[in-house]
């Protein structure tokens, strides 16, 4: 054949490239952000990379693979108390954020093998069951200070003390731009289909030769596991945590996340947390208006766009590759 009809690979490249140079620039902003604002900002900015692990961690269990969780603060709190924990208790901050990340993989399996047979709002009740329960025991603990609490101290690395708020930021973006990395090809990897066909029909995917059981425990695992990384990070930022602080309130937060950014899209989930985050801390200061509000805006997204932000964002996308010019 001497000519082409087909350029599908030459376009791979001109779309691969431009999504390379935009999440460089996008690195590039985030990185020198620390350095044209104000410690407040750089405080909640690091909550929402806080938050947006939770959210990217729910939509590999949501979103990938259709199982719905009410429970996921209670694999932040954790990975919160464990790492904290271990710390006090002389653990190296890395060892102590790496056991935490395991003994919140394991609670997964706990809550995830015996939950197979549950669907929809079942296994919703399930994991909310699951949030409740290490609340409580949380609150009965006297060694993490029961329900008062207990402080937790910034960690020091390789000689780096991460204890001002730049050099903590810089710490946590870093590891959700990576875990974000690894989270996206592991969508595209042939793990990352197989959650995908137990979500949309498991039945044939278990005729094709999918095992339902094995991806779906997989998705607990490294759903929990990711969640948990996320508490080990939260608890140096805020510095002192207490059991009322992973309330159901906050999982439901982390759903509406993936809901609002678009269930299916692991970019969407990082929109949601910064649109929830962002939304939360801006009516604050309408106080006794702010839930209602919240409440609203929420809805009023839905309705609007039931695709969720990701999903707009995609349609304006191919709405503007369609554009004659």
């Known amino acids: 054949m001497l000519f082409r009809e087909r350029y599908e690979n030459d376009l791979w490249l001109i779309r691969g490239s431009q999504a390379w140079v935009m999440a460089g620039l996008a690195g590039a902003v985030l990185v020198a952000l620390p350095l044209l604002v104000k410690g407040y900002l750089i405080y909640n900015m690091t909550l929402f990379f806080v938050y947006a692990l939770v959210a990217l961690s729910l939509a590999v269990l949501v979103g990938l693979t259709g ?3 009410l429970g996921h603060a209670g694999f932040l709190a954790a990975g ?17 954020v790496l056991a935490a990340v395991v003994v919140s993989a394991l ?41 008062t609490g207990t402080l937790v101290d910034r960690p020091k690395l390789l000689g780096i003390d ?27 990897s042939h793990v990352g289909r197989a959650f995908r066909a137990t979500r949309d029909a498991d ?10 059981a094995r991806y779906k425990t997989l998705a607990f695992i490294i759903s929990a596991g990711v969640a948990g990384l996320a508490g080990a990070l939260y608890g140096p930022l805020v510095g002192y945590i207490t059991p009322e602080s992973f309330n159901l309130m906050l999982s439901i937060k982390f759903l509406l996340m993936i809901i609002v950014g678009g269930l299916g899209f692991l970019p969407g989930a ?19 208006w702010s839930q209602l509000v919240f ?7 839905m309705m609007l766009e039931p695709a969720g932000l990701y999903g707009r964002w995609l349609k304006i996308k191919r709405f503007w590759k369609s554009w004659p010019l």
């Open 270 to 288: 990082l929109l949601g947390a910064g649109f929830i985050t962002g939304l939360d801390l801006y009516l604050s200061t309408f106080r006794a």
């Open 107 to 147: 609670l997964g399996v706990v809550i995830g093998v015996p939950s197979l047979r549950l669907e929809g709002p079942y296994l919703a009740i399930a994991t909310l069951g699951f949030g409740l329960a290490i609340q409580q025991i949380l609150n009965n603990w006297a060694l993490v200070g029961a329900s």
């Open 80 to 96: 919160a108390y464990v790492t904290t924990v271990l710390t006090q208790h002389g653990l190296p901050f890395v060892l102590a």
């Open 162 to 188: 991460f204890y001002g708020d730049r050099a903590y930021y810089w710490l946590v973006l870093g590891v959700v731009g990576l875990v974000t990395w690894m989270l996206l090809n592991l969508e595209r």
């Open 203 to 212: 039945l044939a995917a278990q005729m094709s030769g999918v095992g339902l």
């Open 67 to 69: 199982q719905v969780s």
């Open 295 to 301: 409440g609203l805006v929420v809805i009023a997204i």
